[in-house]
């Protein structure tokens, strides 16, 4: 029986496109406007932000080409991010790189993402990163104002660890629907830190950024020539391409994962969205996972 996916607490794609390289992709406003066309019509229809990606210039530019045809606003559940701050010649008041997760920089924050998107509300708002500094009284009080005012819908965290995800949670009565966290056949990380039984236990999407490696999946046989193999045979067995093995591992996974692809090629897009599609056995999966760690498991 195929796992059934919890979804994101409201209507998200399985798969997100994420847009962190947009400002890299050279693209006018027309052609991002029909590549965001694309993506719904292939059903791809959550996209996935943050206020400092592309130098603080990633949410104007979709925006610019979302405002060429503001019906499709309806069609899309938007994910953005805030919390920190990043020396740019586009924000010349920040002196530092550090985080801020004070109710002022988060208000302002969601006002500028709101404003660049142009929009007038986010489905769903993540902290980029845990600080050492967190107050999470401080944050609750931030996310309980932007939801009664009704500028964002839905809260969730990025990076952060099971302790600190409860320390958070603590102070918020409505519930966080996400952790976006770095996961691939390269990273493994969280698969054993107890991210994803935390997840799986409090009903929480975990979300893959860098689900491809930061694009080592399609430089693997140079980097892992164990884990290639691995791959390729198993994508040979289902007739499919590697990176569409490497998102059905993670989508396999019982904690319901949820990918964030971040390519600019409408091919790369569709391909992507098939992977759903795609059912690895127990022995697919687990081959895949030896390759990776470079040993049998205990």
């Given amino acids: 029986m195929a796992h059934q996916y919890h979804p994101l607490g409201f209507e998200g794609s399985r798969i997100a496109q994420g847009y962190w390289r947009l400002a890299e992709w050279g693209m006018s406003d027309q052609e991002l406007l029909s590549f965001i066309e694309q993506s719904i019509a292939a059903g791809i229809t959550t996209v996935d932000h943050a206020d400092i990606y592309g130098d603080y210039q990633c949410e104007s530019l979709f925006g610019r080409a979302l405002a060429l045809k503001p019906s ?58 845990p600080s050492p500094l967190m107050d999470a009284d401080h944050i609750a009080e931030a996310f309980e104002h932007l939801h009664t005012v009704g500028k964002v819908r839905h809260f969730g965290v990025s990076n952060f660890n099971p302790q600190q995800f409860d320390l958070l949670q603590s102070r918020l009565e409505m519930p966080l629907l996400v952790n976006q966290v770095e996961l691939s056949p390269l990273e493994l990380k969280h698969f054993e830190d107890g991210t994803l039984e935390h997840a799986q236990q409090h009903a929480v999407t975990p979300m893959a950024w860098s689900p491809f490696a930061g694009g080592d999946m399609f430089r693997l046989e140079g980097i892992n020539p164990t884990l290639f193999k691995a791959l390729t045979e198993v994508s040979e067995a289902h007739n499919a391409s590697l990176d569409q093995i490497a998102l059905a591992w993670l989508m396999r996974h019982p904690s319901g994962i949820a990918p964030v692809i971040g390519s600019g090629s409408i091919e790369r897009v569709l391909s992507a969205q098939q992977a759903q599609s795609i059912e690895l056995s127990d022995d697919q999966w687990f081959a895949i996972w030896v390759a990776s760690k470079g040993h049998p498991v205990p």
């Fill in 72 to 129: 499709l606003r309806d069609k899309l559940q938007i994910i953005t991010k805030c919390g920190i701050r990043l020396p740019s010649k586009n924000r010349p008041e920040i002196a530092s790189h550090r985080y801020d997760q004070s109710v002022q920089h988060i208000l302002q924050s969601v006002d500028n993402s709101l404003q660049n998107l142009k929009v007038d509300h986010i489905e769903l708002l993540l902290l980029h990163r």
